[in-house]
């Protein structure tokens, strides 16, 4: 069946830390791999895409990484500002139809 | 560049009621997706529409649930009569069909999304 699970489902993190949000899916054959944010209240906005022979991507202080052999996938945000509070959603595409395969999304809050 | 278009945003209504919502996707895009998300979950497929056909709506309430896309541009999805589970955010989003530089390879496109309240 595919499946894309994150962890953690949530995260509180103080301003200026790094942090590192994980991916695992079981979604084959794989095309490409999606990090969206969503503020509250928002629609998800996209911040990187990833196909099968891509091992990392940058966004800004998003650096996300992608492991196609173990199939996991990491978003990696350094020095973190308030405005990072949102949650963080994985989303796996196969290809053909363009069938995305949504994670549960990782909740982050950044305090100062 | 307009983005996606949802209304209303915010709706409250009483079980047994109805409710539709409209959306207007990003010009020239042929896809037009409807998620359902709820709090604390990632958004679930509802419907897939590719200009104004239907793609995929397995996972569509067809009981309750209904969508078109007439013109394969606007689309409305209703919900009739809403149960207290159908509580969500509603999102619409679109994909073109070409690739662009900025687009890439079938990058979503999402709307804000509307926000259901079933009492």
């Known amino acids: 069946k595919n499946q894309v699970e994150q962890s953690p489902q949530s995260l509180i993190i103080l301003e200026g830390k790094n942090c590192t949000l994980q991916?695992?899916?079981?979604?084959?054959?794989?095309?490409?791999l999606r990090w969206y944010k969503q503020d509250t209240g928002r629609g998800p906005v996209s911040l990187t895409i990833?196909?099968?022979?891509?091992n990392t991507k940058s966004n800004g202080r998003y650096t996300a990484t992608l492991d196609a052999d173990t199939k996991q996938s990491s978003l990696h945000i350094t020095a973190s500002q308030l405005s990072d509070s949102a949650s963080y959603i994985c989303v796996v595409t196969g290809p053909g139809t363009y069938k995305y395969i949504f994670g549960t999304g990782t909740r982050l809050k950044v305090l100062a | 560049e307009a983005g996606v278009a949802q209304s209303p945003r915010y709706k409250i209504i009483e079980k047994r009621q109805s409710v539709a919502f409209w959306c207007n996707p990003i010009?020239?895009?042929?896809?037009l997706y409807w998620y359902q998300q709820i709090l604390g979950q990632g958004p679930k497929l509802l419907i897939q529409?590719?200009?104004?056909?239907?793609?995929?709506d397995s996972q569509l309430p067809k009981d309750r649930f209904s969508a078109e896309r007439l013109k394969g541009v606007d689309s409305t999805l209703k919900i009739q009569p809403a149960k207290l589970e159908d509580s969500a955010v509603y999102l619409c989003a679109s994909r073109s069909n070409r690739k662009t530089k900025r687009e890439g390879s079938g990058e979503l496109f999402f709307g804000e999304g509307s926000r259901l309240t079933v009492l």
């Open positions: 991916c695992n899916y079981t979604v084959s054959p794989f095309s490409n």
């Open positions: 990833m196909t099968f022979s891509e």
């Open positions: 529409f590719q200009n104004n056909g239907v793609v995929d």
């Open positions: 010009s020239g895009h042929a896809t």
